[in-house]
């Protein structure tokens, strides 16, 4: 006999939980099946695919392209997903992501651009397709110099690993901002390659160029439906990583580092992974960004940049990889919101004012947040198992049945 | 097999009739932390609707105790501490410690507060180094292996002021400690291949079968932190056999405990034992070591001052005088 009998605790019932919104729609979704889920993801996937191409006038920008605002909460997505599986999934703090960020962007920028001695656009990268071949070089060089910076450093636990990591930050752009001439130093590159493709004589660089401005299929949407798409296999691949051996043994990495060690977790190597992973994203993110702007500079990659990307995560919820996402959309559109704009909802303000002080004003939602919401406005509920669906559905089965609601349970006894 | 709903009475027991909407939506998914503990939806998860696997008591039986290939017979010894010395600074913590413990047996290290217990164990885990001696379990030496790979040789701890993964589910929990058997790495995970497909249904299984063992299947979907004190023991116990160790060692497992809570921990340690596990118990609970155990060493500065069976440990003077302290009249 394998079943598990109750406990007769509980006498009397215990007061109604209170439940927030979005718990209640985290069980409505998780309650659904598995077509269901598919049935409504897909749609509104492609509402999100399809936000420039409507500009819903409550949402668009005014001061700046609302295209361009979308394609950049795209990079920044794809950063706070990577920066979550350092900081939320693993719980190490790093404080020098941008640097990931700018290794991407400025390998890219050094195989491509017209400026760096290294251009290889007309040796062995075609110029048609040397933003795609460059990209998974780009990866593969911030892959390594997440190892590079995770294996002497990741010995570090809490503020001391957090602080050699904002070093690394900085080092990797005052190293872009004087390695003269490699880099071009505060000149940057310009000319980055970017896909060729969709050339008309409207569009003669094709719709990637920085040159299609034309509405609204601009540069700025086709960059953020690439963002997009990268998103989506990133999350995939995410989601995988979350629900194995590797998801669980960071979590318990982050619960308790050395009961995970004492339980056989190789800790060290799952923390070098989750850094390399992390840097991996990172840098993806960077090559698009240096596809879309087509130029890179030091004062783009500012540790400043790091905050804010934590921000993001912190904001969105540590640990859930869909809030960080809301978290990185939060960042981006809301300066971009008020940029521009003279009145809300009829009352005069000074848009220009309040995008400028934006760091001032995340910083307060920061400091409110760590008061009253530690958590993040969606806090985690990670699933760590890839066939724990099983044991959801027979508990949840088991419940309805004790609570009376499923015709197949006992009715006499249910009432 | 019974699903316990399907029993009246057993039905009758889990309905609540002050059960309101928000409860309902609760146990609809079981996300039962928003619930105060107690008034959590109390469901009976039958293992067999987790996996058919699961309906066969013989498979649940081995997955709780696996083969394992132990190269020690069973009543030889299968850890030695040879001369163990702890020092920190100027304290000798351990001094020359020397016992071993033989396959197959529940051995008992007791001893009065600060005598040096969990520093033995600590030195056994790995946690600490010995200043001087060696630790041999399974015939190897435990020098300067790493703790995951301690773990891994077949050595499974738990913890005197519980370490769970507060965050994780109990299953959740469990199946970090099957994990340190399994070989899949971030390549196999992020591709899902087929040994990551195995080793998940094969974690699955067993941790159901574990926590079904230390009697707390139903908690499976409850996060660790949402347990009952007793429950979070358990589960302690379960993750660390969840390890497939060779030797079990627990750590003041029944601290804080109530006597009924106690005589059923002394059924499972048997229990765990006549599985073919070796325990490994430290505990302050007289009464408990001297009703379980087969052997005794006692522990009392730094230094072993008796080794035994229970009986014969118990009456053994040093012991007492360790314990009760020696009357003024005997030392002048």
């Given amino acids: 006999m394998t079943t598990t009998r109750i406990a007769e605790t509980a006498p009397t019932a215990p007061p109604a939980p209170h439940l927030g919104a979005g718990d209640r729609l985290r069980l409505w979704w998780s309650a659904l099946p598995r077509p269901y889920q598919w049935g409504i993801g897909v749609p509104f996937i492609a509402l999100l695919a399809a936000l420039p191409i409507l500009r819903p006038p409550i949402l668009t920008t005014q001061g700046t392209d609302f295209g361009g605002v979308l394609a950049q909460f795209g990079m920044y997505a794809l950063l706070a997903i990577g920066l979550n599986v350092v900081v939320g999934q693993a719980g190490l703090l790093d404080l020098g992501y941008v640097g990931f960020y700018a290794i991407g962007a400025y390998t890219v920028g050094l195989l491509t651009s017209p400026d760096s001695p290294w251009n290889q656009t007309d040796t062995w990268l075609s110029r048609h397709w040397a933003w795609v071949f460059a990209l998974p070089i780009a990866i593969a060089v911030t892959a390594v110099s997440g190892l590079i910076l995770g294996t002497p450093t990741l010995r570090l636990r809490g503020d001391y690993l957090a602080i050699v990591t904002l070093g690394f930050g900085e080092i990797v752009r005052l190293l872009a901002d004087n390695l003269q001439n490699i880099t071009g130093g505060g000149r940057g590159l310009s000319g980055i390659a970017f896909p060729l493709v969709g050339q008309t004589p409207t569009r003669t660089k094709g719709v990637f160029s920085a040159g299609n401005t034309h509405l609204p299929l601009n540069f700025g949407t086709w960059w953020y439906w690439v963002s997009l798409a990268l998103i989506i296999v990133v999350l995939l691949f995410v989601g995988n990583l979350e629900r194995s051996r590797v998801g669980r043994a960071w979590v318990a990495i982050r619960e308790d580092e050395d009961a995970a060690e004492i339980m056989g977790v190789p800790t060290f190597k799952f923390k070098l992974w989750a850094f390399l992973i992390g840097a991996s994203i990172g840098g993806l993110s960077g090559v698009l960004y240096a596809g879309q702007v087509q130029f890179v500079s030091p004062p783009t990659f500012n540790v400043i940049n790091s905050m804010l990307f934590l921000c993001a995560v912190i904001v969105g919820g540590q640990g859930n990889k869909l809030g960080v996402i809301l978290g990185a959309f939060i960042i981006v559109y809301l300066p971009n919101f008020f940029l521009g704009r003279s009145d809300l909802f009829g009352i005069p303000i000074d848009g220009n004012a309040i995008a400028d002080y934006k760091y001032l004003f995340f910083g307060l939602a920061l400091m409110t947040l760590m008061i009253f919401r530690p958590q993040g406005l969606f806090p985690a509920r990670q699933k760590l198992l890839s066939y724990g669906r099983e044991v959801y559905v027979v508990a949840r089965r088991a419940a309805l049945a004790a609570a009376g609601r499923l015709p197949a349970a006992d009715e006499d006894g249910a009432r | ?332």
């Fill in chain 2, 1 to 332: 097999m019974s699903i316990g709903p399907n029993d009246p009475q057993a039905g009758a027991e889990h309905t609540d009739q002050h059960l309101g909407a928000e409860e309902y939506l609760t146990q609809d998914s079981v996300e039962e932390e928003f619930l105060p503990d107690g008034g959590v939806a109390q469901v009976a998860v039958d293992l067999a609707d987790v996996d058919p696997v699961l309906a066969d008591p013989e498979a649940v039986a081995q997955l709780v105790a696996p083969d394992r290939r132990i190269r020690t017979e069973v009543g030889a010894a299968l850890l030695r501490m040879e001369a163990v010395t702890m020092r920190f600074g100027g304290l000798v913590a351990l001094d020359g410690v020397s016992f071993e413990i033989r396959r197959g047996e529940i051995l008992g290290l007791i001893g009065p507060n600060g005598a040096g217990k969990t520093t033995c164990f600590n030195a056994m885990t790995g946690v600490y180094r010995p200043t001087s001696g060696q630790v041999v379990f399974d015939g190897r030496p435990l020098g300067a292996i790493k703790r995951n790979q301690i773990t891994r040789l077949g050595i499974a701890r738990t913890f005197q002021n519980i370490r769970l993964f507060s965050d994780m589910t109990a299953l959740e929990n469990v199946v970090v400690g099957t994990d340190a058997r399994h070989r899949t790495s971030v390549p196999g995970a992020l591709f899902r291949s087929r040994r990551h497909r195995t080793e998940e249904q094969d974690a699955l299984e067993r941790g159901m079968a574990l926590l079904e063992f230390v009697g707390i299947g139903r908690r499976a979907t409850q996060k660790a932190r949402n347990l009952p004190y007793g429950d979070q023991r358990r589960l302690e116990i379960a993750r660390a056999l969840a390890t497939e160790p060779k030797l079990l060692c627990l750590d003041e497992p029944a601290a804080g405990f109530n006597p009924t809570e106690k005589a059923e921990l002394q059924d499972l340690i048997r229990k765990i034992r006549d599985d073919g596990y070796t325990v490994l118990l430290i505990e302050h609970d007289m009464r408990l070591v001297m009703g379980v155990t087969d052997r005794v060493v006692v522990l009392e500065f730094g230094r072993k001052i008796a080794d035994g069976v229970p009986a014969e440990v118990s009456s053994d003077p040093a012991v007492i005088a360790a314990y009760l302290g020696v009357p003024d009249d005997a030392t002048a």
